[in-house]
């Protein structure tokens, strides 16, 4: 996965955490920044690396995300390590 297509996919993660009430709040208590306010992150890609670190801290959020948007379940963390700030050791 390119960089490009790894921002994609985190503001898709980002624009669907958004519809998600419990998502939400969530991300707002584990970051102190509510989703309203993260519009003026969208074009840095160490913060899109942090909407998938969260996205994939419970894999109930991974699998329900990836259900909306007809994606395979691996994806969240391809663009993950795509993207500055996020890569992972254990994945190449």
Do not use: H
């Not at 994609?8 to 419990?22: H, I, P, V």
């Not at 890609?45 to 959020?61: C, I, K, M, Y």
């Amino acid at each position: 996965m390119n960089r490009d297509a790894a921002e994609t996919l985190a503001l898709r993660a980002l624009a669907w955490m958004a519809g998600q009430e419990e998502m939400a709040s969530r991300f707002a208590a584990a970051t102190g920044m509510p989703l309203s306010e993260a519009s003026a992150r969208l074009q840095d890609p160490v913060f899109l690396a942090s909407v998938l670190e969260f996205l994939l801290n419970e894999d109930r959020w991974v699998i329900a995300f990836c259900d909306a948007e007809g994606l395979r379940y691996e994806e969240p963390m391809k663009a993950l390590v795509a993207l500055p700030g996020g890569r992972r050791d254990e994945w190449p």
